[in-house]
């Protein structure tokens, strides 16, 4: 497959952000889904994330954990679903498998009030420039939700800010935080520009764990520019929007 062509599933583009060495720290164990890579890693993680490789928006995502007496939770947006007989969990995920699902650590995510949230970190570039961060938002989850998808979670949008001061992280130098959670973002957008040459614009959902670590979840490269309309201010919105371009795929 040429470059030009390349994939742009969540699993190319973790393989591809697998390369850098500077990179994988930030990396969630990610597997491609099957019945031996999920019992592979579920005890070594207890709670596991699967998801479809080339959906957006949260949907299809599911998490299962371990849970007492040898039972194991599926959690689907607000939904709980409890397997007791590995077998039945087993039938379960060969489902999964069969419509082309990834498996991945979960992440114990930050929380604000209790609720887990996540980063959408804007990553931009002119055709002859470097890349840059032009903005970025927290998406706090909604009651009962893994998910932060606003619209599937009835979570909602707050300043990265706002939610460092309301999370586990409050008494950690925020500028340290945003600095790392910058660097990250942009040797991202620097290990996969290579690869897809006529994107202009990635929407790098990222995390803080509860102990402060930054963590890439995925890259999407046609973000939903309109949630930076619910920050307090559009300044970061209209900063975007004088980036974006539609892209163009050769």
Do not use: C
Not at 64 to 74: M, Q
Not at 92 to 99: E, L, Q, R
Not at 140 to 161: C, H, L, M
Not at 177 to 193: F, Y
């Amino acid at each position: 497959m040429s470059k030009s062509h390349l994939s742009t599933s969540k699993w190319t583009k973790y393989k591809l952000l697998r390369k850098s060495k500077k990179l994988q720290a930030a990396l969630p164990e990610t597997d491609w889904l099957s019945v031996s890579s999920f019992w592979r890693m579920l005890p070594k993680y207890g709670q596991l994330i699967l998801k479809p490789t080339g959906s957006y928006g949260g949907s299809g995502v599911l998490q299962v954990k371990t849970s007492g007496n040898s039972a194991y939770e599926v959690q689907d947006g607000a939904k709980h679903r409890t397997y007791h007989d590995p077998e039945d969990l087993n039938a379960f995920i060969k489902k999964k498998a069969n419509k082309n699902y990834i498996v991945q650590q979960r992440i114990h995510l930050a929380t604000k009030n209790g609720r887990p949230f996540d980063l959408r970190v804007m990553v931009q570039r002119h055709s002859k420039s470097p890349w840059q961060v032009t903005g970025m938002l927290a998406k706090v989850a909604g009651k009962g939700y893994i998910i932060t998808n606003i619209r599937r979670s009835g979570g909602r949008v707050v300043t990265v800010e706002s939610a460092l001061r309301g999370s586990e992280l409050k008494d950690m130098p925020t500028s340290e935080l945003l600095a790392e959670l910058h660097n990250v973002a942009l040797r991202s957008a620097e290990q996969l520009g290579p690869s897809y040459r006529w994107v202009k614009t990635m929407g790098i959902d990222m995390a803080f764990d509860k102990q402060g670590n930054v963590w890439i979840i995925e890259v999407n490269f046609a973000p939903m520019l309109e949630l930076f309309l619910r920050l307090p201010t559009k300044t970061a919105f209209h900063k975007i929007k004088s980036f974006h371009v539609r892209r163009k795929q050769p």
